[in-house]
Structure formats: C-alpha cells, structure tokens
C-alpha cells in the first residue's frame, strides 16, 4: 500500500512523491548528481585549476552540465567532493582543493612542506552543506602553491549532490 502524489493527478503522470507503508517517502524527481573525473587532468598547472568531470553517473533533473551544478531552487544543499591526486611534488609548498559556489568556497588544505618525499596518491574530501539560491553554481576547483607541475587529477574523482531542502 501506498500513498502517491503526481500520478495521474493535475501535477501530471509523473509520481512526484510517494508514502511507502512501510514509512519511506521518495521523490524521484528530487535534483541529484554524481558526475566523475576520467583521469584525464595530468601535469595540472600551478594555481587554480578547474576539475574535468567526464563521466555523468546520474544527473536527476538535467542541473549538471559542463563539470558545474546549477541550483533548480532556493535551498538547502549537499555537496561532496572526493579528489584523488597523484603525482605530488614534495617540494609544492600547499594543495588546497574546494567545492566553489556562488556564495563562498569551501576548502580543505593539505602542507606538504614536512614531507621529504613525493607522494604516488592522496585523497582529500569536502562535505558541505551549502545554501544556495536558484540558478547559482558549484564545482570543484584544485590549487596547488609552488613546486612542480606533477600533480594529477586521478580518475577515482567524483562529485556529488541533491536537495536537501
């Protein structure tokens, strides 16, 4: 037993939101995103540099586009970067990478001053819960300060994202 709301009704044939009995509620037509890097980003330049999101995974709502999410509504939302890096130059004197909006950026930022050898991989996370207004922006961005440019944007890169509300 159910209860929906969109199928068949004025809102359309689409189910816009279903009540479970079991409790769950979905709504399948809530905006959602993953998209994923190819690896294809090698020997990035020194500074800021856009991150390549190739592959769409799934894109409900059609609001990826281009490596850039673009806000539906007004509302809450969750973003979540995972960058796999390879190829770091321990003479780099920082790495920061960021989930970028409109609004504000948001960053994590890795020294590699202490260290006295390259690293072959490392991984560096962002959660966040945004606010965004209707029609603003998110995607990632990698800065790296100093050294060389041996830093790679590895495949196991991806972004994620949905409404919370």
């Keep these: 037993d159910s209860l929906t709301i969109g199928l068949g009704s004025a809102l359309g044939t689409t189910t816009h939101m279903k009540f479970h009995s079991s409790g769950v509620i979905t709504k399948p037509l809530q905006t959602a995103f993953s998209a994923k890097a190819n690896g294809g980003q090698t020997n990035i330049a020194l500074g800021n540099v856009n991150v390549d999101l190739a592959t769409e995974v799934f894109d409900v709502g059609g609001d990826f586009a281009t490596n850039t999410f673009t806000a539906p509504v007004t509302g809450k939302y969750q973003l979540n970067a995972h960058l796999y890096l390879g190829g770091l130059d321990k003479d780099a004197d920082y790495i920061q990478a960021g989930i ?32 965004m207004d209707a029609s603003d922006t998110a995607f990632i961005r990698l800065y790296q300060s100093g050294g060389s440019t041996t830093l790679d944007i590895d495949g196991g890169t991806y972004f994620t994202g949905y409404l919370v509300g």
């Design 100 to 131: 970028v909006t409109s609004n504000r950026g948001y960053y994590q930022v890795m020294s590699l001053n202490p260290f006295d050898a390259d690293f072959l991989y490392m991984d560096m996370t962002i959660v966040v819960l945004a606010d």
